[in-house]
């Protein structure tokens, strides 16, 4: 970025022009601008050296408050002085209008400044958004950092907690043979079971014919047993109605 024009004052110009009349040098405000180190802008060189200059002028014009005699004086001197430097003044004009040119130009040269700063200021605007954008996703990216932290000790535990869950996984896979086996001997038992109870509806089947045919024997052996009865109960009264009669006879 360019640097800003330095900040002259009216002394150092009055210096500069002091020192540049001792040497026998011309003032002019380019030469009043080398003389400070070629600092400060020429228009405001200019502007400070009319200044001084009006200031003098308003001195030599304070002289007409003076007695005739040294008014008189003075005029002459003065009248002397300005017809020995009528084409010294000449040459002023030249130089002021080559100080105008000058001055021109280092407007122009000031104008090119001032854009060129205008534009730098607007990079730097630019600039500063994007470092307010970055140092708002730093600040978000800092919170969320924060909240990762402050969620640390929970996702130890939650790792912890799967450690523990993923040996106990680890435990069951090993386990898994053994269950297997204990699979397989359950499906043998429960075949074994399961054949042992298509027997035992075989002989249940069985003992329900055996138990119908018990039963009908059982009806068959009443009868009998009736019949029996009954035919005892005939030979008993056969023997009370004719071989006791007989026998009571004979005795």
Do not use: Y
Request: proline share 2%; charged share 35%; with cysteine.
């Amino acid at each position: 970025m360019i640097g800003r024009e330095v900040k002259i004052t009216a002394e150092q110009v009055g210096a500069a022009a002091e020192a540049l009349q001792a040497n026998g040098v011309k003032v002019t405000s380019r030469a009043l601008r080398e003389q400070m180190g070629n600092i400060g802008c020429l228009g405001t060189i200019s502007k400070l050296w009319q200044r001084k200059k009006s200031a003098t002028q308003r001195q030599v014009a304070a002289v007409a408050d003076l007695s005739p005699v040294l008014r008189r004086a003075i005029l002459d001197f003065v009248g002397q002085e300005v017809a020995a430097s009528s084409a010294v003044l000449e040459g002023e004009m030249a130089e002021h209008m080559q100080e105008a040119s000058d001055l021109a130009t280092e407007n122009e040269r000031q104008l090119e400044l001032i854009d060129t700063q205008s534009g730098e200021l607007e990079a730097l605007k630019e600039e500063l958004e994007r470092e307010r954008v970055v140092a708002g996703q730093a600040r978000t990216d800092l919170a969320k950092a924060q909240l990762r932290l402050e969620s640390l000790p929970r996702l130890e535990a939650a790792a912890e907690q799967a450690r523990m869950d993923l040996a106990k996984a680890q435990f069951k896979l090993e386990d898994i043979p053994r269950l297997e086996e204990a699979a397989e001997l359950a499906r043998a038992e429960l075949i074994e079971a399961q054949l042992r109870l298509e027997g035992m509806g075989r002989v249940e089947a069985e003992l329900a014919a055996t138990k119908v045919l018990l039963e009908a024997e059982r009806d068959e052996l009443g009868e009998v047993k009736a019949e029996l009865d009954e035919e005892r109960d005939l030979r008993i009264k056969a023997q009370q109605f004719i071989v006791d009669p007989i026998f009571k006879k004979q005795a």
